[in-house]
């Protein structure tokens, strides 16, 4: 694969991510102001997208990360995730925190190749079941 492209999301960004990713397009240019949307792009087109959150305004939180299926299985999954943990460790976070529905077994599966450890979960009132939870110990990436 040639070379990825990973930065953080700007307004120019917002259509494409306003159809790729389920929340509405003023939360989405709020979180590109606030440095919450990284995308990552092969050959100036965009492939994918990571979106944290702040649990309690503090402690980051991987809310979504989308690869488009033709390109995922090729490591841009796990260049997002590393962009993202060095740029946290930066800020002096320690931890990453994510989660996946209970019956997602790839996704389950990735979090764990990735690093991630369960946590705990929550029971959802809607139709999806259980919340697994996960956490990641960030280290500083060496550069």
Request: hydrophobic share 35%.
């Amino acid at each position: 694969m040639n070379k990825l492209t990973m930065r953080f999301a700007n307004k120019k960004d917002i259509n494409w991510l306003a159809t790729n990713d389920h929340i509405q397009r003023k939360i989405i240019k709020r979180k590109i102001e606030q440095k919450e949307i990284i995308v990552t792009q092969l050959q100036n087109k965009l492939i994918g997208f990571i979106r944290i959150e702040f649990l309690w305004s503090m402690v980051p939180y991987m809310a979504m990360i989308k690869v488009k299926k033709e390109y995922q299985k090729q490591g841009v999954g796990k260049s997002l995730l590393q962009f993202i943990e060095k740029y946290l460790v930066k800020k002096g976070h320690k931890t990453l925190f994510t989660s996946s529905v209970a019956n997602e077994k790839e996704p389950q599966k990735w979090h764990k190749y990735m690093g991630f450890k369960k946590c705990g979960y929550i029971d959802h009132i809607q139709k999806e079941g259980r919340e697994i939870f996960f956490y990641k110990n960030l280290r500083r990436a060496r550069d």
